[in-house]
Nanobody
Framework: QVQLVESGGGLVQAGGSLRLSCAAS????????MAWFRQAPGKEREFVAA????????YSADSVKGRFTISLDNAKNTVYLQMNSLKPEDTAVYFC????????????????????WGQGTQVTVSS
């Protein structure tokens, strides 16, 4: 089992920055992946960014490339999402997710392939 606890959400003005953190506890494998997804009201959960546990693979959604950066501190078992140049359309509940084994691109970006989820943290960007 893996437990995930997110923190760092809040209210920010457009153009501002936030950093989300997700602390993982439990059994993490070298083949594991960590990711961030988000879900806005009335919309489906969507992929934001993912990071392999070994650090060799990272992926980001086109909508956040150049603005959001995912990083991983293996010593702290924590994954971060640095969000810069925030836009009102980034408003959503952000979820941290972990997957025991990830090999392909599809493994990283599809929410239904993830095994563990955090409780979510609200990010609100005002215009």
């Amino acid at each position: 089992q893996v437990q995930l606890v997110e923190s760092g959400g809040g209210l920010v003005q457009a153009g501002g920055s936030l950093r989300l953190s997700c602390a993982a506890s439990g059994r993490i494998f070298s083949s594991s992946a960590m990711a961030w997804f988000r879900q806005a009201p009335g919309k489906e959960r969507e992929f934001v960014a993912a990071h392999s546990w070994t650090g060799t693979n990272t992926y980001s959604a086109d909508s956040v490339k150049g603005r959001f950066t995912i990083s991983l501190d293996n010593a702290k078992n924590t994954v971060y999402l640095q969000m810069n140049s925030l836009k009102p359309e980034d408003t959503a509940v952000y979820f941290c997710a972990a997957k025991r084994v990830a090999y392909s691109y599809v493994d990283y970006v599809q929410s239904q392939r993830y095994d563990y989820w955090g409780q979510g943290t609200q990010v609100t960007v005002s215009s």
